[in-house]
């Protein structure tokens, strides 16, 4: 088996992790949304405190990277944040597919903060991107759009946070940046969790303890894939949690997209696979 096929058996692997942390969050009912993003940090910062123990890493990362960590946890709990309240508000399926244009965000912050160009493609695939989003959306004063502009906008600050991933590198281990991104996360949010908890069902804690879970194996995932083979050759493979999302919406909650959202979620992915076939490199003759 060779690094390319790992790299996507380990995307798969972490799209289904994200997409049962959307189902399990969404079952766990209508708990307030700071205890749910709560849980699902809690549990992930002491599945990254495991690993940064065993391989003898430094908790908090070194002096000289706290401001892009800092940075970083900030824009990822906001994403979180926003991601969970429109897990609450929209269709399954419709949420996770809100959240797939961060990639497309991710290349406009790079150009206008690292000074990375935009080639024409990729300015060719974001417009075609955010035309699906518009079907997605629906723009009208009604709270449903509302609710999806909730969405991009927890895309947009999750873009945030891979921006300054890029800029960090590898000059921290990955669960170390996931053990600070967590604990800062779960520190940030303890104050609104306890001034807003609501007492929970066994089986609300349950799903939630499951939501932390699979957002770990979610994250783990994504970074063990991306150590095999470069996200241009591979990254395509992540929008199969746009599968697994409307399979769980379908079977689990008995919700259906409408045409409009089902024609938003062709367009996005087929601008996230023009923009995957424009970045492959050309074999020569």
């Given at each position: 088996?060779?690094?390319?096929?790992?790299?996507?058996?380990?995307?798969?692997?972490?799209?289904?992790?994200?997409?049962?942390?959307?189902?399990?969050?969404?079952?766990?009912?209508?708990?307030?949304?700071?205890?749910?993003?709560?849980?699902?940090?809690?549990?992930?910062?002491?599945?990254?405190?495991?690993?940064?123990?065993?391989?003898k890493e430094?908790?908090?990362?070194?002096?000289?990277?706290?401001?892009?960590?800092?940075?970083?946890?900030?824009?990822?709990?906001i994403g979180?944040?926003?991601?969970?309240?429109?897990?609450?508000?929209?269709?399954?399926?419709?949420?996770?597919?809100?959240?797939?244009?961060?990639?497309?965000?991710?290349?406009?912050?790079?150009?206008?903060?690292?000074?990375?160009?935009?080639?024409?493609?990729?300015?060719?695939?974001?417009?075609?991107?955010?035309?699906?989003?518009?079907?997605?959306?629906?723009?009208?004063?009604?709270?449903?759009?509302?609710?999806?502009?909730?969405?991009?906008?927890?895309?947009?600050?999750?873009?945030?946070?891979?921006?300054?991933?890029?800029?960090?590198?590898?000059?921290?281990?990955?669960?170390?940046?996931?053990?600070?991104?967590?604990?800062?996360?779960?520190?940030?949010?303890?104050?609104?969790?306890?001034?807003?908890?609501?007492?929970?069902?066994?089986?609300?804690?349950?799903?939630?303890?499951?939501?932390?879970?699979?957002?770990?194996?979610?994250?783990?995932?994504?970074?063990?894939?991306?150590?095999?083979?470069?996200a241009k050759?591979?990254?395509?493979?992540?929008?199969?949690?746009?599968?697994?999302?409307?399979?769980?919406?379908?079977?689990?909650?008995?919700?259906?997209?409408?045409?409009?959202?089902?024609?938003?979620?062709?367009?996005?992915?087929?601008?996230?696979?023009?923009?995957?076939?424009?970045?492959?490199?050309?074999?020569?003759?």
């Open positions: 088996m060779n690094n390319i096929t790992k790299g996507i058996i380990a995307l798969i692997i972490s799209s289904l992790g994200f997409s049962l942390m959307s189902l399990f969050v969404k079952y766990s009912g209508d708990l307030p949304t700071v205890q749910k993003a709560f849980f699902r940090n809690f549990v992930a910062m002491l599945i990254a405190l495991v690993l940064v123990i065993r391989y430094p908790l908090f990362g070194k002096k000289e990277n706290q401001g892009l960590l800092l940075l970083r946890s900030t824009l990822g709990l979180v944040i926003l991601n969970f309240y429109t897990l609450d508000k929209l269709v399954l399926s419709d949420a996770d597919i809100l959240n797939k244009l961060s990639p497309f965000f991710t290349i406009i912050l790079s150009a206008m903060f690292l000074k990375e160009y935009i080639r024409r493609f990729q300015m060719t695939s974001i417009i075609i991107a955010f035309i699906g989003a518009i079907f997605i959306i629906k723009p009208s004063f009604e709270s449903a759009s509302f609710d999806a502009l909730v969405g991009v906008l927890g895309a947009l600050a999750a873009a945030g946070a891979y921006t300054v991933l890029r800029v960090l590198g590898d000059r921290e281990k990955f669960y170390t940046v996931v053990f600070y991104f967590s604990g800062f996360s779960t520190v940030a949010l303890l104050p609104f969790f306890i001034y807003n908890y609501e007492p929970m069902t066994g089986g609300q804690l349950m799903f939630l303890l499951l939501a932390g879970v699979a957002a770990s194996v979610g994250q783990f995932g994504l970074t063990i894939a991306y150590s095999y083979a470069p050759e591979i990254s395509i493979f992540f929008y199969t949690t746009i599968i697994f999302t409307a399979m769980f919406s379908i079977i689990f909650f008995g919700e259906y997209p409408d045409m409009l959202s089902i024609i938003g979620y062709i367009i996005i992915f087929a601008a996230s696979f023009y923009m995957y076939m424009k970045n492959l490199p050309q074999k020569r003759t």
